[in-house]
């Protein structure tokens, strides 16, 4: 039986590390969707807005604003080649930041408050972007190898043997 820490132990180094990764994943962002070749919310803070609606979908403390980015970074090539996804996803973001006005009185972006944002979400959870979104982000944040560790996930096993020699019955929570 295998016993592991589940709590991640940071050293200084690694925190001034992940840091430094974290901010440049977020100038490298803002200078993507800074650009002219923009498809989705142009001129505007599209970018960012997809970013906290996938984070608000799938909250989770320990994962960086740039776990958040690259799960959504595909949106972008994917309405370039294909329009309707992109006016699917612009109009989504659109609608949210009209909601956000209208209850608010100002942008989704804006609101200081998750339960606010979560409470727009909840009122788009039928429609076609929300559902769409919701579902790629299963695919592009949870199948993303940088993220497992963060969340407890090992791994696979079965190129290892299996479950049954890497701790399928470790229960250090009961």
Aim: glycine share 12%; hydrophobic share 40%.
């Amino acid at each position: 039986m295998r016993i592991t820490d589940r709590l991640p132990q940071t050293t200084r180094r690694g925190f001034l590390c992940g840091g430094t990764a974290v901010v440049v994943s977020a100038v490298a962002l803002g200078r993507v969707y800074a650009s002219e070749e923009v498809v989705l919310f142009p001129g505007e803070d599209g970018g960012k807005m997809l970013v906290q609606v996938a984070r608000d979908i799938y909250p989770h403390d320990r994962l960086t604003y740039s776990h958040y980015a690259t799960a959504v970074g595909n949106y972008d090539g994917l309405a370039a080649k294909d329009p309707a996804i992109g006016s699917l996803i612009d109009g989504g973001l659109r609608q949210l930041n009209t909601l956000s006005n209208e209850k608010f009185g100002m942008p989704y972006l804006q609101l200081p408050r998750e339960e606010d944002r979560v409470g727009l979400l909840k009122a788009i959870e039928t429609t076609p972007f929300f559902q769409r979104l919701r579902g790629d982000l299963i695919m592009t944040l949870y199948n993303n190898k940088e993220v497992w560790p963060v969340l407890g996930y090992e791994g696979a096993s079965v190129e290892y043997g299996g479950y049954i020699d890497r701790g399928f019955d470790d229960i250090d929570w009961l």
